[in-house]
């Protein structure tokens, strides 16, 4: 069974649409991320939740939204798309045990193409 | 910047040898990672050493932290084709709640 999962896997959109990704997690984590991997690879934290609440929001633009229904879903919802939103983006989850992260466990990714 | 950087930024090794990769980051922190991402997939941690430990072994894995040096390394053994990934390492900065990832090192091992 996969433990964090993220859908869609590929996304192709034209600028200005707006487009969710959804992040499921069966792992019993009680703290959930979204990251960005640009081209260059770099991996940046964008939002973390922890029991639903938002703990990490980074100098993210508002166009970006995450939305936690319940512990085991992040979803990342983004508005008004732009070229430069183009890029990997991977959800990961934790137990955190006590204020320092632990290992994380990561999506496959969601490989976004703004055009 | 948070960023630390990691080196060489591509290693390119024949099977059976040794890699090694560096690790340097700029801050206090509790523990640090290794982490795996082969091509097109998502990231896999590999072992994670705490800032009171100097050594870690895992199978094929050893890695060092030095935080006088705020440095660390992950050597690879007997490397093998499948090894062929990029390997990244992350710290846990002390009061902070997420990791912070360094640039990445692309292995290739050569059959």
């Known amino acids: 069974d996969t433990a964090v999962s993220q859908t869609p896997k590929y996304l192709v959109t034209q600028m200005g649409n707006d487009k969710s990704i959804k992040c499921e997690q069966n792992l019993g984590h009680d703290t959930m991320y979204w990251y960005k991997q640009d081209s260059k690879k770099f991996l940046k934290i964008m939002f973390s939740y922890n029991n639903k609440e938002l703990i990490i929001n980074e100098t993210v633009p508002n166009r970006f939204s995450p939305k936690s229904p319940d512990k085991a879903h992040l979803n990342l919802h983004i508005n008004s798309l732009e070229l430069g939103d183009s890029a990997v983006y991977f959800c990961?989850?934790?137990?955190?045990?006590?204020?320092?992260?632990?290992?994380?466990?990561f999506g496959p990714g969601t490989r976004l193409t703004v055009t | 910047s948070q960023q630390g950087e990691e080196d060489p930024q591509a290693l390119s090794i024949q099977e059976g040898e040794n890699a090694t990769m560096n690790c340097s980051y700029k801050t206090s922190i509790n523990n640090l990672q290794w982490y795996r991402q082969n091509s097109g997939r998502g990231l896999v941690h590999l072992i994670l050493i705490r800032s009171n430990e100097r050594e870690k072994h895992s199978g094929r894995l050893r890695v060092t932290l030095d935080t006088s040096k705020k440095s660390s390394s992950l050597l690879i053994t007997a490397s093998r084709a499948a090894d062929t990934a990029s390997y990244f390492c992350a710290w846990a900065q002390t009061g902070a709640n997420n990791l912070f990832f360094g640039t990445g090192t692309r292995l290739t091992v050569i059959p």
């Open positions: 990961a989850s934790s137990a955190r045990t006590s204020g320092s992260p632990y290992e994380q466990y």
